[in-house]
């Protein structure tokens, strides 16, 4: 099974795609409306906001967890080299 | 394609290793030396060194475990439309699995090498996840009250942890402390979270 290059989701279901196309590497959540990839910092903003909403967490703490999420998967390695 | 004997003694004592640290660090805590690892695992001290370079690498793995764990246990039921009753259920099953080892990850998180606390604190970020995405769908429905994500989220781990902490108190002997309390903790946090109308029994 495929996983998310930009976030390390599971992608089973065709609607788990990034623009239900199964040839795609990222997922839904990590795609923009157009379709693409979003960037380093869009998906770092996302992450920061989801960890605040779910976590509770001050959002410059949370912002390190996003890094470190990010740090690990593949669309991101580069930015942490 | 033939594995060697060299190769399966290899993965044995790294399987060893992993086994003996998980059941001493449980028990005793991770600033247990690695050389008593060893004596314990039988394997001699340099050998530790050859699978996991450093007490974080072996962290790491031990989290890694437990981590992916967890993960594919709340995934397997998002995939499922499941209620918050389920999710929390799951939780506190692989909580009972992993008892002893949690509960010191959670006593000793902040003295652990860096690149370990922040494994444990994406683990609970990922069951922050399952959470939210169940809890969304339930306020949305109308069966739980509408409160801020993370407050429901929070007051179900404090509470799960404060019992954990205290298990010298909650609990007389070696037994679980989440098997002992896991009905009377769900029932009251589902009460304290349910509209009314939909109080659980
Ligand atoms: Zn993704």
Redesign the pocket.
Known sequence: MKT?I??G?PMENISDFAANDQGKD??V??SRPDGEMQSFEEKKENLTKFIVRTQGFDESAAGKIAENMMRKLPAWKKYFD | MRVSTRQTQKSNTRKKIIETAYRIFSEKGFSVPTSIIAKEAGVSHGSIFVHFPTLNDLLICLLSDFGDNMGASLHMLAKKCYSVENLLKEHLNVLEEYEAFYSRLILEKNRLPDEAKSTFVIIQSTVAFHFSSVIDREIEKGTVKKLPIHILFNTWLGLVHYYLLNKEFFSDSNGSVIRRYRAELLSTYLNLIKKESEVYE
């Open positions: 998310c930009a976030c989701m990222y997922c959540h990590c």
